[in-house]
């Protein structure tokens, strides 16, 4: 399922970071040495939405069936150590390591009537993603950028079976690769270059879902017949 409400924030949020580069005037610009080193380091603290996009089963899909949503999303937090190889002036390669927390809460309705609103799925993801940054003009202390590239997540909150303590009766798989893009601003400071970054984040596995069925309920994973995941996340990253 489609978020259009996101795709309007995602878009509203790149546009907050382009409007303010129009009509600047020139000032005195802070020393970017970190810019011109071949290699540089650096940490990120980010925040996030960790999302699926939900495909019904269509032969489950009768008058008494089961109908999910993810209706509830909830923050998320993002740690990564920032390794930036030097290109050329506007292209650099990143490689950002990490961890990332957070969580997701299927809801399933019979006929319009919630019945269970309890199917949350945590997730601890080591992630390694892979990016191109490239970078627009300089102007004053700030220069735009957009990033794309790859990133490999592996759950290690997934749960290889069933948890009998816990009455969550839907699984998925542990890795997953991801596709990722979006658009940031760095900020030349003093001493330091901060960056703010917007971007989305895909899963390149069409279906996450793990098709077996709980004993004990399996008309909640027998109303999905795919699950796709999808993250959307703020960074902040100093380097």
Not at 99 to 106: A, L, Q, T, Y
Request: aromatic share 12%.
């Amino acid at each position: 399922m489609t978020r259009p409400g996101s795709r309007i924030l995602f878009s509203a949020l790149l546009l907050f970071l382009v409007i303010p580069l129009q009509g600047q005037k020139q000032k005195p610009k802070n020393v970017s040495w970190f810019d011109d080193k071949l290699l540089h380091f650096g940490f990120s603290i980010g925040f996030n939405t960790m999302d699926f996009n939900i495909t019904p089963s269509l032969a489950n899909m009768q008058k008494d069936s089961l109908y999910p949503s993810v209706s509830k999303l909830n923050p998320g937090i993002n740690i990564q150590i920032v390794t930036d190889l030097r290109l050329n002036n506007y292209m650099d390669l990143r490689f950002l390591p990490g961890v990332s927390f957070g969580e997701r809460n299927i809801r399933f309705y019979k006929q319009r009537v919630l019945v269970n609103e309890k199917q949350r799925l945590e997730s601890s993801f080591l992630e390694f993603p892979l990016l191109l940054k490239v970078k627009g003009n300089r102007l004053n202390n700030v220069r735009p950028y957009l990033i794309g590239g790859l990133n490999f997540r592996y759950d290690l909150a997934g749960k290889k079976e069933y948890d009998q303590d816990k009455p969550v009766y839907i699984r998925i798989q542990r890795p997953d690769l991801y596709y990722e893009c979006g658009s940031g601003m760095d900020i030349y400071l003093p001493y330091f270059k901060l960056s703010i970054e917007l971007k989305v984040s895909t899963g390149i596995t069409k279906d996450v879902l793990i098709h077996d069925p709980a004993s004990m309920h399996p008309e909640y994973m027998r109303a999905i017949e795919k699950m796709r995941s999808q993250v959307w996340i703020i960074a902040f990253h100093f380097e």
